[in-house]
């Protein structure tokens, strides 16, 4: 690697769907400036697109409108294959007291908002090399390797990659939870377990899913069917510890069955036709999202409980957010790693992320997992929401990511430069 090829403005650690989007947003719209962004992106085994007729992967993720925009910005959506993604009208939420489709059942409707969906189900992995894909296409690095160290200075960082040293500006960590970015440049993060893990697979159903996501709130957890576009849906079943690992050790008809009684038969029977996978749901919180010429966003920052569907949306919206301020910086000719630009990001991000991680954890506490008097109001405290259109349109408008202080790529139809 030449000295030259070593100095970038800017460089990602970690090529998933939220690093991936950071580096398109910056490239394509620092590329045109009149000295133009120089990004690079550290990803050691870049992902294969799935085949057109590759079955759907298991990890999928709801991405709301926000995230739609931004991904439009970053010029990847239109780089998603359409058959396989499957946009989602609405979303029946239920406590396990009550059949779905009681009239006490929460129901979105998409039309409730003048919207034509309430967001998409696509393929994490189809989505992570869409972006890769625009980035590379807008003139961005992708470096198959992993640091070993890093030396944080006055003026640059220093990646130690074997015996190549790359200088940058700003280094962003956009890898993962164990993220050894965060590590590196001393940011603190607490973790705590919640005890329980998410079962993951894809079903098909006897009874079309109606392009609806449904949530039942068992008491013991959360149980949600995800529409999938080839008419199938992924579950994403989320219980104590102690139970995943029974429900992970029954054979197929055992799981079918038991999956059609903690669904209530929504969708009438269900038939595996993936593998199941059990991940472990933990919290993590830091309490800085930058250090010097450095910056956290995605899991490496903030990672909450899956039953909202907004981990990846507010990893989106952490891209977006210092994309926009980078560029803002290089219009006004500053140093995209100056404390300013890095300050003005982490105050951003931090009034929006706290709202929203306390409400998750408030839902997954009273609505999927406590007893007691709260925990029953909580649940027929959504029989009073779905009564009310102006609330409804409020749940609505959240689920979108179409609340609080917006970057503007996801506000649609404005450019970051």
């Known amino acids: 690697m030449s000295l030259e090829a070593s100095r970038w403005d800017v460089l990602i650690v970690g090529g998933g769907p939220v690093g991936a989007c950071a580096g398109a947003l910056l490239q394509r719209a620092g590329g045109t400036a009149r000295r133009p ?9 870049r992902a294969a697109p799935p085949a057109p007729h590759d079955a759907l992967d ?25 058959q396989r993604i499957q946009p989602y009208e609405r979303m029946c939420v239920w406590p396990a007291h009550l059949p779905a489709r009681s009239p006490d059942a929460l129901l979105f409707d998409a039309a409730h908002a003048g919207e034509p969906n309430l967001g998409t189900i696509a393929e994490n992995r189809l989505v992570q090399c869409a972006l890769l894909e625009a980035f590379v296409a807008a003139g961005g690095t992708v470096i198959p390797a992993q640091f070993s160290h890093l030396r944080i200075g ?39 377990s919640y005890g329980q893990s998410a079962i ?3 079903v098909a159903t006897e009874r079309p899913h109606e392009r609806t996501a449904w949530q039942r709130f068992l008491g013991a957890g959360t149980l949600a069917f995800l529409p999938l576009a080839d008419g199938a849906s992924s579950i994403v079943w989320s219980v104590e510890e102690a139970q995943a690992r029974e429900r992970m050790a029954l054979t197929p008809q055992q799981f079918e ?25 933990r919290s ?41 301020c980078v560029l803002d910086a290089q219009r006004r000719g500053e140093d995209p790693g100056a404390a300013t630009v890095l300050r003005r990001y982490e105050r951003w991000r931090k009034s929006e992320l706290a709202p929203m991680t306390l409400a998750i954890d408030t839902f997954n506490r009273f609505l999927a997992h ?21 609330l409804k349109r409020l749940f609505i408008a959240q689920a979108l990511g179409l609340t609080g202080e917006l970057p503007r790529a996801a506000r649609g139809g404005e450019a970051l430069s």
Do not use: K, Y
């Open 37 to 45: 962004l120089r990004i690079a992106l550290l990803e050691p085994v």
């Open 58 to 82: 298991v990890r999928v993720s709801a991405w709301s409108r926000a995230s739609e925009r931004i991904l439009r910005a970053a010029g990847a959506w239109e780089r998603i294959a359409t």
């Open 154 to 192: 006055e003026h640059d960082v220093q990646a130690q990659l074997g015996a190549d040293v790359l200088h940058c500006s700003l280094l962003v960590g956009a890898d993962g939870a164990r993220s050894r970015v965060r590590e590196a440049v001393g940011l603190a993060a607490q973790v705590e």
């Open 200 to 202: 993951v697979a894809n």
């Open 257 to 281: 069955a038991a999956l059609l009684e903690a669904s209530d038969g929504v969708l009438g029977a269900v038939r595996l036709i993936s593998e199941r996978l059990a991940l472990p749901l």
């Open 284 to 324: 993590l919180r830091t309490e800085r999202l930058a250090a010097a010429r450095s910056a956290l966003i995605g899991d490496a920052a903030h990672v909450v409980h899956p039953l909202a569907g907004q981990g990846v949306n507010l990893g989106l919206l952490d891209a977006a957010a210092l994309a926009e």
């Open 370 to 390: 406590e007893g007691g008097p709260l925990a029953h109001l909580a649940r027929h405290g959504l029989a009073w929401v779905n009564r009310s259109e102006s």
